[in-house]
């Protein structure tokens, strides 16, 4: 197996040197999970760190929710390939002084999310840290070894559920005020896409990933995988009902703000031409695939410059 391309940002540009660096040693790096044939099955393995100060501010949300958030992070990669899911392994770290209820809550909220996905907590590692740090590995299985690459010219581009929650609770935070309830909840409990996953990956998907970064970084990062260009209108884009107060103090159009909000863990998917959506995932058509290179967003007639979350910048 190969790396699989990605697009463009400083965090990539990290993990293109380390494709270098590992030559044919790198697998499939690029991609949302490894995918480990064994016979006719295949299993899917990614991790995810969430890290205080990084991640989110322990003042703003419980134990539980911490640990619920990490995990449904880390799951929403299986949902990006279309896997099931068998478990989590959690590497823990704490601060000195954190008493035992602490881990017991964290891992409380680690167990709740992945227990509503059907998987356990299958072990992990526990240690001391300057801050709350939870590293989730998630091991899942699947039929199809669904990725990022394989979209093609004329395949439409959907997104499932709704953009832009989780930045308008984060952007509430960040100045002083309490997220109204339906954004909190976007960013203290997301909601991994598995059962959705599945579905589109047995009806037809070409491509798949989760919207981490938002879809104005990682609709990029699906163009490169396929070696295609990526065309979103904005204005078609499923928009969170908390969207329009926190877009406004932002100064940005509503469209706008969803778009380049990260954290939604939502699913971008390609699906060919002929699909017209269905009743059993709720999915909107906000773009196409054409031959060409790259991510492009247009709104309201005019192409704007986007680029989503970037952890080193």
Do not use: K
Not at 54 to 83: C, K, P, Y
Not at 225 to 240: K, Q
């Amino acid at each position: 197996m190969t790396a699989t391309p990605l697009g463009s940002g400083a965090e990539f540009d990290r993990i293109r040197a380390i494709v270098a660096a590992l030559g044919p040693r790198a697998g499939s790096l690029g991609n949302d999970v490894a995918w480990v044939s064994l016979g006719a099955s295949h299993l899917a393995i990614s991790t995810d760190v969430s890290v205080e100060g990084v991640h989110f501010q322990r003042e703003w949300l419980s134990l539980e929710e911490i640990g619920w958030r990490a995990t449904a992070a880390a799951l929403s990669d299986l949902a990006a390939a279309g896997a099931s899911a068998i478990g989590v392994v959690v590497a823990l770290t704490l601060p000195a002084g954190e008493g035992v209820a602490t881990s017991t809550r964290l891992m409380q909220g680690v167990d709740g999310a992945v227990a509503s996905v059907g998987g356990t907590v299958l072990g992990g590692d526990l240690s001391r840290g300057e801050v709350i740090s939870l590293a989730v590995t998630v091991v899942g299985s699947g039929e199809r070894m669904l990725g990022r690459s394989g979209a093609g010219p004329g395949d439409g581009v959907w997104v499932t559920g709704q953009l832009g929650g989780a930045r308008a609770a984060l952007e509430a935070w960040t100045g002083g005020r309490e997220p109204v309830p339906n954004a909190r909840a976007r960013f203290a409990h997301p909601e991994p896409r598995l059962a959705w996953g599945r579905w589109l990956a047995a009806h037809g998907a070409t491509a798949m990933l989760d919207l981490s970064d938002g879809i104005a970084g990682d609709a990029g990062h699906l163009a490169a995988a396929g070696g295609v260009g990526v065309r979103v209108s904005l204005e078609l884009l499923p928009i969170h009902p908390a969207v329009a107060l926190e877009a406004g103090r932002a100064g940005e159009p509503p469209a706008v703000f969803a778009a380049r909000g990260g954290e939604d863990y939502e699913l971008l998917v390609t699906m060919p031409a002929a699909f017209a959506g269905c009743g059993e995932v709720p999915l909107t058509r906000v773009g196409w695939v054409v031959d060409g290179a790259g991510a492009a967003f247009e709104l309201a007639g005019r192409r704007l410059p986007l680029s989503g979350y970037n952890h080193f910048e």
